[in-house]
Antibody, heavy 122, light 111 residues
Framework: EVQLVQSGAEVKKPGESLKISCKGS????????IGWVRQMPGKGLEWMGI????????RYSPSFQGQVTISADKSISTAYLQWSSLKASDTAMYYC???????????????WGQGTLVTVSS | QSVLTQPPSASGTPGQRVTISCSGS????????VNWYQQLPGTAPKLLIY???QRPSGVPDRFSGSKSGTSASLAISGLQSEDEADYYC????????????FGGGTKLTVL
């Protein structure tokens, strides 16, 4: 059974760093793109970026380029989303999501993580 | 403002048929397939329709999708109370070297 299990909720102060994780199981982790989706309180879904763990090819949405870092450790089948300096506006639910195919175009999200709530407040 | 445009809300009564539209451009819907996701309150999104009109296993045939040109639609027939949720269209965009784009979402209310 395919599963994406995310790390737990975080409460941080502005300016702090953070790295959240998403562990994949039940499939070949290196053979599927995995990405991160942001959902701010009461708002819609936004793609942040995706990574192909097989070769670490990483692509960011323009709005998130330079704002976050996406990485993966294929030895432990885990993807990461990292901030170096959090802002209050980073307060959101973050979902990891697996793409269905090796080609990005034409793929869809077939599995979602349960979400990690990040709260940034002074 | 989302790249894909959806109405913010839709509503219907039980048993009714409702449609949700999704408008894009030649670089996204016009040249790529459209997927739809359902997000029930307090839960992660779930794939509802993929490749314009395909239903994953377990999704009732009350849900159907279509695409024409740079627009797509999700139709829900025989509306049920448990269909009350947020619905998002999504597609890949050839002008962006990154992941895809989502619509702004439509909140469906069952009256």
């Amino acid at each position: 059974e395919v599963q994406l299990v995310q790390s737990g909720a975080e409460v941080k102060k502005p300016g702090e760093s953070l790295k959240i994780s998403c562990k994949g199981s039940g499939y070949s982790f290196t053979s599927y793109w995995i990405g991160w989706v942001r959902q701010m309180p009461g708002k819609g879904l936004e793609w942040m970026g995706i990574i192909y763990p097989g070769d670490s090819d990483t692509r960011y949405s323009p709005s998130f380029q330079g704002q976050v870092t996406i990485s993966a450790d294929k030895s432990i089948s885990t993807a990461y989303l990292q901030w170096s300096s959090l802002k209050a506006s980073d307060t959101a639910m973050y979902y990891c999501a697996r793409l269905s195919g090796i080609a990005v175009a034409g793929s869809f999200v077939d599995y979602w993580g349960q979400g990690t709530l990040v709260t940034v407040s002074s | 403002q989302s790249v894909l445009t959806q109405p913010p809300s839709a509503s219907g009564t039980p048993g009714q048929r409702v449609t949700i539209s999704c408008s894009g451009s030649s670089s996204n819907i016009g040249s790529n397939t459209v997927n739809w996701y359902q997000q029930l309150p307090g839960t992660a999104p779930k794939l509802l329709i993929y490749s314009n009109n395909q239903r994953p296993s377990g999704v009732p045939d009350r849900f159907s999708g279509s695409k024409s040109g740079t627009s797509a639609s999700l139709a829900i027939s025989g509306l049920q109370s448990e269909d009350e949720a947020d619905y998002y269209c999504a597609a890949w965009d050839d002008s962006l070297n990154g992941p895809g784009v989502f619509g702004g979402g439509t909140k469906l209310t069952v009256l």
